[in-house]
């Protein structure tokens, strides 16, 4: 079954994560969004950002996505402006060193994006690059270029673990998990021969 949709609402409808949750990138339809970052015990990014389209007709054109297909396949590339604000999201209540308090000021200035938005089966990045084997399965990916998460020169010397972790290498975000029961025995297995 297939089901339209416009690229702006299944952009905004999701929180696209670079794992299970702990770094993940959310749009709004009123150009703000979040950006959060933490590995392990450590807290990096809980920022709002700023965004536009570069072309915002891009945005409002209808695609129509298919559910039960798990070929990759590119559905739209599109291009944006971001700004990683030090604002917090709403809620927040982490009282540590988070955004500026690791970056530098180069780091809160309008930047591109290119997007690509895929449609298929995929594994997170952090699955792919630890060899996780038994990690979830999505069928929503988007690919940046560059990273949202700010290239090495932007964090300060404190921020030790962005350096060596080298945060800007993240570059995929999945959204629209598959639920388990919708995987059979061959989709399970099929990780084991990828990536």
Same mark, same amino acid.
């Given at each position: 079954m297939t089901s339209p949709e416009t690229l702006r609402s *299944?952009?905004?409808a999701e929180t696209w994560d670079w794992n299970d949750g702990t770094t993940s990138i959310? /749009? &709004?339809?009123?150009? %703000?969004?979040? @950006? /959060?970052c933490t590995t392990e015990l450590n807290v990096w990014i809980i920022a709002e950002v700023d965004w536009k389209p570069h072309n915002p007709d891009t945005l409002d054109q209808v695609v129509? @996505?298919?559910n039960k297909s798990w070929k990759p396949t590119i559905i739209r590339e599109f291009s944006i402006e971001m700004t990683?604000?030090?604002r917090r999201p709403p809620g927040t209540d982490y009282k540590g060193v988070l955004? !500026?308090?690791? @970056?530098?000021d180069e780091a809160f200035?309008?930047?591109? &994006?290119? *997007?690509k938005l895929e449609q298929g089966r995929f594994r997170n990045q952090f699955d792919i690059m630890h060899k996780v084997r038994n990690g979830s399965q999505y069928a929503l990916r988007l690919a940046f270029d560059p990273s949202p998460l700010p290239p090495d020169e932007e964090w300060n010397e404190r921020s030790l673990g962005p350096h060596a972790m080298k945060l800007w290498e &993240? %570059? !995929? /975000?999945?959204a629209r998990k598959y639920d388990e029961k919708e995987l059979g025995l061959w989709d399970k297995l099929m990780v084991w021969y990828e990536g």
């Amino acid at each position: 079954m297939t089901s339209p949709e416009t690229l702006r609402s *299944i952009l905004c409808a999701e929180t696209w994560d670079w794992n299970d949750g702990t770094t993940s990138i959310t /749009f &709004y339809e009123n150009g %703000t969004g979040k @950006l /959060f970052c933490t590995t392990e015990l450590n807290v990096w990014i809980i920022a709002e950002v700023d965004w536009k389209p570069h072309n915002p007709d891009t945005l409002d054109q209808v695609v129509v @996505l298919d559910n039960k297909s798990w070929k990759p396949t590119i559905i739209r590339e599109f291009s944006i402006e971001m700004t990683l604000t030090t604002r917090r999201p709403p809620g927040t209540d982490y009282k540590g060193v988070l955004n !500026e308090g690791w @970056l530098n000021d180069e780091a809160f200035r309008p930047k591109t &994006y290119n *997007i690509k938005l895929e449609q298929g089966r995929f594994r997170n990045q952090f699955d792919i690059m630890h060899k996780v084997r038994n990690g979830s399965q999505y069928a929503l990916r988007l690919a940046f270029d560059p990273s949202p998460l700010p290239p090495d020169e932007e964090w300060n010397e404190r921020s030790l673990g962005p350096h060596a972790m080298k945060l800007w290498e &993240y %570059t !995929e /975000f999945n959204a629209r998990k598959y639920d388990e029961k919708e995987l059979g025995l061959w989709d399970k297995l099929m990780v084991w021969y990828e990536g």
